[in-house]
């Protein structure tokens, strides 16, 4: 008995040894463009500084584009994302948790912003030692720890590390080891408010015909909080299993609000949403009993939600191709484009990037709005309108001249390459609505009716595209 409990005691440490290893970052590494090495941390003996110059080589200066975000080499895993001309990456010997390492390099970078506002080559060299201490601030022997922003600027300021008070020691201590970790107390606001930002990517692949292929749309629900106190919020959207589980909404607020959105948008019932992932301030209990959103928000601004859906979606625009050959060496394009929503909506930012063979030798346009150009570098045609109001089409002709050399080829790959598009409209292509936003503090003694609550809602394009045949 004595041998056996000496066994399973060193297959207990076995295993957590092992399960600790497994989610561990053995460095972490931020490159210029060039390829020099601007932050280098290590935190494993088993991760050399060799490990510098394999990332810059097979990777930065690759000969050949690298898609993939996870690069193995000499048994070395590389994780890394691009933020203009910097690189980023998280190195290990282990095999780790690949969404941990994404989602820890997202919340770094989105830490570095918060700290510079603008994340450049400059800006890292301009507060190097800063960033080394929130580096180890975040990072405890390669394993990540807090990561809120909040709760790093009460310990790191744009000076350096601040000297707390007792006091502001023990807020920290409780905030980093307490039941809200994500806010401290004490905070107060002349001005009570809340920013609600509903920002949504539509994703579409459309045929010829008008047929979608697929379609989803990204979601994010973006706060600003500007609360004292420690507030209780409560959220509640037009989620389909929400609207069922309320069938008579709880507040006369929230039964106008709905009538005004149904007549509005033409929908009575709720979104499907396929997924949805929450910030750690959110009481999942409470949304999965209740399907309501209640929480108390960190002090500024965070990510509430992320969520994905799948089904009736407003799809904002249409793009109806005509492309054919008029003789071996001319090509006839025309793109009519088609605006779906309501007449009062503007659309902005438009953008239309048609493909052109690779041996075109010059292009002749004509567009009823806005204002379009060849470019020969991207081989593509480029139309953009400023400003369009719903329920609207405008048109594109273009005549395109190609070299005698294997012509009907190129037209041919020409063809195959979809159309693609940017847009921005001031509305959620996925039908979400806020149907209520309230703000409960009963110690500081406001109530939801003296705390200002601004909602926008802003679809953007992500991947929009229409195939030519």
Known sequence: ??????????LLL????????????????IYNHKGEALISRVFRDNVGRSALDAFRVSVIHARQQVRSPVTNIARTSFFHVRRGSLWIAAVTKQNVNAALVFEFLGKFVAILQNYFAVLTEESIKNNFVLIYELVDEILDFGYPQRTETSALKAVITQQGIKSATQEEQKQITSQVTGHIGWRREGIKYRKNELFLDVLESVNLL????????????????????????????KFGMNDKLMVEKNAKPSTQEAASMDSYQAKKTGRTGGIAIDDSTFHQ??????????RSISFIPPDGEFELMKYRTTSDISLPFRIIPLIREVARTKLEVKVVLKSNYKLTVFGQKIEVRI????????????CQKGRAKYKASDNAIVWKIKRMSGMRDTQLSAEVD??????????????????????????????LKVRYLKVFEPKLNYS???????????GKSGLYETRCA
């Open 206 to 233: 459309m045929s010829p015909q008008g047929q979608v292929l697929s379609a989803h749309v990204s979601g994010r629900i973006v706060m600003k909080s500007y609360l004292s106190g420690m507030p209780e919020c």
């Open 402 to 431: 190609l070299l005698p050399s294997n012509s009907s080829e190129r037209a041919s790959q020409a063809s195959k390459a979809p159309i693609s598009m940017n847009f921005e409209v001031p509305f959620a292509c996925s039908g």
């Open 1 to 10: 008995t004595h041998t056996s409990f000496w066994k399973v005691l060193a």
């Open 355 to 366: 493909p052109t063979p690779k041996s075109t030798s010059g292009v002749s346009l004509l």
């Open 14 to 29: 076995f295993s957590r040894q092992a399960l600790s290893s497994a989610s561990m970052i053995g460095g972490i590494f």
């Open 448 to 458: 939801d009716h003296d705390t200002v609550k601004w909602v926008r809602y802003i």
């Open 281 to 290: 301030c959110v009481k999942l209990s409470k949304f999965e009993s209740e």
